[in-house]
């Protein structure tokens, strides 16, 4: 397992755009062994059943084909592979659908969630994906953006998968705002061993896809993941909500990406508020992307006027270049926030 087929991999199954995808070196492209790797851990539909749509896999298996060829110094000596021909001509062959409705469609996609002290061998072995269905272009008539997963998940992602973020879930009861595609939750499910966790979203149609991809990773078990829309800013007392937390005690809230629109600001904090009633020892972990710096600091401030403890915590996101897993844009600031309730609070 070459560290540099697992990356390109990697990158591949979570839809990184070809023109930052880090490409394997042409000593290894014209390599027979490594071509039939290729073939059969990112092209052959037999062996692999979540695979990217096939319009993303034309868009990388032709540059692929054309480095190969490049790639190649004795034609005697050398060969393209027959496989991953004939699988472009299949795929030239096959009527895709436009790139107007191409986008609307459910798309696998696959993130690898590696431990920082595992090598990249060990996590293939060990499997640690996290796969979702997502429609990556669509935005909802209630406006939500709830069907793709966003750089803040994924930066704190990367920070939950460290030994201080995996300590603020494992084995502890977990609640998800804003939970989009679950990709947060499964995390925490799935792989960080959290005891429990209940993962929530304003809109109706998201909820219904996250449940779907909670199935497609194993987590359709209501003891060990419960899903429900939640609408921000109401009273929890005699909720759902409320009878939950008796029977598994909320320890930390998550949630990335919650903070963008300020006219919301008002009641996601009105609900931390409510949350800390029902438990005022929980450790809030909120993620965004720093898109409106005044947004940002509107909700910074909201919390601070309710009393609360807001710390930043330290977790910078790797260069584009460096990053070996959960690829995500680092153009913008990414920030997380651990906020406690204040002793006034």
Known sequence: ???????????????????????????????????????????????????????????????????????????????????????????????????????????????????????????????????????????????????????????????????????????????ELGAGTGFLSILCAKHLEARHVTTTDGDEGVVEALKENLFLNGLDDVQKVLTSVLRWGRSLKGSWVEDECEAWPYDTIIGADITYDKLGISALVATLRFLFDMRPDLKIIIAGAVRNAETFETFRHACLRSKFQVEEIDHQPEAVRDQKALFYATVMPLKILLIEKGSAA
């Not at 199954?13 to 000593?27: A, S, T, Y």
């Open 1 to 175: 397992m070459d560290p540099q087929l697992l990356l390109f991999k990697r990158q591949y199954l979570q839809l990184v755009e070809p023109g930052f995808l880090i490409w394997p070196p042409k000593q290894l492209l014209r390599n027979a062994d490594a071509q039939s790797w290729l073939f059969k851990n990112m092209f052959d539909p037999e062996r692999n059943d979540r695979l990217p749509p096939e319009r993303y896999q034309l868009r990388v298996l032709k540059p692929l084909l054309s480095r190969i060829e490049q790639s190649i110094e004795d034609p005697e000596e050398d060969e393209i592979s027959d496989a991953l021909m004939n699988h472009l001509s299949s795929l030239l062959a096959t009527e895709l659908p436009s790139e107007a409705a191409a986008v609307q469609q459910k798309t696998y996609v696959t993130f690898t969630c590696p431990f920082p002290d595992c090598s990249p061998a060990e996590d293939e072995i060990d499997g640690r994906t996290v796969t979702l269905l997502e429609r990556r272009h669509l935005i909802s008539g209630s406006q939500t953006t709830g069907f793709r997963t966003w750089e803040a998940a994924l930066h704190l992602g990367s920070y939950l998968l460290t030994p201080q973020g995996s300590a603020l879930i494992r084995d502890k009861n977990v609640f």
